[in-house]
């Protein structure tokens, strides 16, 4: 697959086994969003064949959340299960309300009001209603709230179908993948381990990798001064290593390079004042909804590092606003301090200006930008954040959400700042670039307020959390996502344990029933009538024939076999139940 300039893909093969959960790796722009899309059918690959086993059920979360969804959230998933046919009653009610409660979303909320996260939920929703056997996730963390994270990693380790997910949360990732792909310079390279040791892994064979090329290069080399200094009747009797050194200059030539790693550094300004922000009696809410922030005292020192958590809608971004001036309180007051230059990442990107090209958006008109000290031509400036000199005078409009994220970086990194605050910086980031910008802000001397829900990264980067706890209720906690778990855990109400009756031990081990011991003689015939019933309908399956039709026939007959091989799985396990009873009780049949 190509979109003009290298191959995204080049030549690559995958199979996905019953069961996999997989996290597709890769920089931005390497085709991950890309390649989903042909799993699922909504792009069609350059070559190759893409197919799946007959009655094969995918479904999918996109990146981006579409403009027009209209209607309520049960709404939508009912329709999405009309569509594949399911069309008892019963079943539809059952599965829309599961499929919302695993998100947390009622099914009466109007989707044209709701937040970026809160239609990710129900996206995601739409997805699990229809109960995959391949369910695939593009960044299915971004927006999300961290209760939604937790729960949603839950529903991922216990679903029994395979998944494909993208994703930039490093903790997310090691707790739900059992198989790591990795995409690179248009190659697939497979890792059947967790993300801890994929990281090994991946990184003893760049070294190997590398070590390989600078022989290659070397023995290149040589040969090209043979050729150049060799006398010219040798080089007519050595027709062979002439072939052999065009052959290896051809192979030098498509070499794709590994790609490089942003290279940045924030520029830092005079030190600000000792207090960088501080707000007194803070009160707001929008209209007659419960208050956002109620009585909120916060002061943000020089050279804080604060994480700002909370769930979706609890008022995180309303409180950054009201501290940045640009949103006035119901009640009290927030002031800057002194000798502040301000620094701002925005989720939403409203800093970039579509109207404009990414060089625009950096530094207007002009094609020079200083930086530390020093002037740079704007290019090699971007070539910095891997933007290539097309991009630079393109549109911001053609760019993937990591690459303007990226983009943002660049314009914040390229003025002075001693306070920055950073809005879900890590949304749709490649990991290397977000480890990065981990390096960056480590290295940072001024001062730091982030609102993410990434927690490693929160772990990684804040000394302390001020955590919305319900209601407008503001706490501060020390330390980063995992220091704030623990004091849950610690201030959290023991329960009284509740007084259990002691069992009476059985003098005498316990009795299949009538009911169970008629169960049992039945089991037998069942089983066999199971044995044949699969037998037949994989006999079928097997038959070319079938695959003629539309494929209805075929996903009625795949669906029976399924129903068929759980029948027969749990009747084999009764079976073994009653049989361990009967035997311990010394009677047989």
Wanted: charged share 30%.
């Amino acid at each position: 697959m190509s979109f003009g300039g290298p191959p995204l893909l080049d030549g690559v093969s995958l199979a996905i086994q019953r069961g996999e959960r997989i996290g597709l790796l890769g920089r931005n722009g390497s085709g991950k969003s890309t390649f989903l899309k042909i799993m699922q059918g909504v792009l069609t690959p350059d070559g190759g064949n893409v197919g799946g086993r007959p009655g094969l059920v995918i479904a999918g979360l996109a990146q981006e959340v579409p403009d027009s969804l209209s209607g309520t959230a049960g709404e939508l998933l009912e329709e999405a299960l009309r569509e594949v046919g399911v069309t008892a009653d019963w079943e539809v009610e059952k599965r829309v309300s599961q499929s919302l409660a695993a998100v947390g979303m009622e099914a009466n909320r109007q989707l044209d009001v709701l937040s970026a996260g809160a239609s990710r939920r129900v996206l995601l929703a739409r997805s699990l209603v229809l109960e995959p056997d391949l369910l695939i996730l593009d960044e299915p963390t971004n927006h999300l709230d961290l209760e939604t994270i937790q729960r949603l990693e839950a529903l991922l380790v216990r679903r029994s179908g395979c998944l494909v997910l993208v994703t930039h949360d490093r903790m997310f990732l090691r707790k739900i993948a059992t198989r790591i792909i990795d995409i690179d310079r248009g190659q697939l390279r497979s890792y059947d381990c967790d993300y801890d040791t994929y990281l090994e892994r991946r990184e003893a064979l760049l070294e190997e990798q590398a070590k390989q090329n600078a022989l290659f290069d070397k023995r290149l080399a040589q040969e090209e001064v043979w050729l150049r200094r060799g006398v010219k009747a040798r080089r007519t009797r050595n027709q062979g290593r002439v072939k052999a050194l065009k052959a290896m200059r051809e192979e030098r030539g498509e070499r794709r390079e590994k790609v490089g790693k942003v290279q940045a550094k924030l520029q830092e300004a005079e030190r600000s004042g000792q207090i960088v922000l501080r707000a007194t009696g803070l009160n707001h809410s929008f209209e007659a909804d419960e208050p956002l922030i109620e009585n909120l005292d916060f002061t943000l020192w020089r050279g804080d590092r604060i994480g700002l958590m909370g769930p979706n809608g609890c008022g995180k971004s309303t409180l950054l606003r009201i501290l940045l001036g640009d949103l006035v309180p119901d009640s009290g007051e927030a002031h800057m301090g002194t000798r502040v230059s301000l620094g701002r990442f925005d989720q939403l990107h409203e800093d970039l200006d579509p109207t404009k090209t990414v060089q625009e958006n950096v530094c207007d008109d002009g094609d020079m930008i200083t930086v530390g000290g020093r002037s740079r031509h704007i290019m090699g400036y971007m070539q910095d954040f891997l933007f290539t000199p097309d991009q630079v005078r393109g549109p911001i409009t053609v760019l993937s959400g990591g690459e303007r994220n990226r983009l943002q970086l660049a314009r914040i990194l390229a003025r002075p700042c001693n306070l920055l605050i950073l809005d879900e910086p890590t949304n749709d980031l490649d990991v290397e670039t977000m480890e990065l910008l981990e390096e960056i802000l480590l290295n940072f001397q001024g001062t730091l307020l982030i609102v993410s829900h990434d927690r490693e990264f929160l772990n990684n980067v804040v000394t302390s959390t001020l955590v919305s706890e319900g209601k407008g209720h503001f706490q501060e906690y020390v330390g980063g996502f995992d220091d704030w778990q623990k004091s849950q855990q610690e201030i959290a109400p023991k329960e009284k344990p509740k007084a259990v009756k002691p069992r009476v031990k059985a003098d005498k081990p316990r009795r299949l029933t009538f009911k169970e011991t008629e169960e049992l003689k039945a089991l037998p015939a069942r089983i066999e009538t199971l044995e044949g019933e699969k037998e037949s309908l994989s006999t079928r399956l097997a038959d070319p024939e079938i695959y003629k039709g539309d494929g209805s026939e075929v996903a009625g007959i795949t669906q029976s076999l399924k129903d068929a091989e759980e029948q027969l799985s749990t009747a084999y396990e009764r079976w073994e139940i009653l049989e361990e009873v009967l035997e311990k009780s010394g009677r047989t049949l």
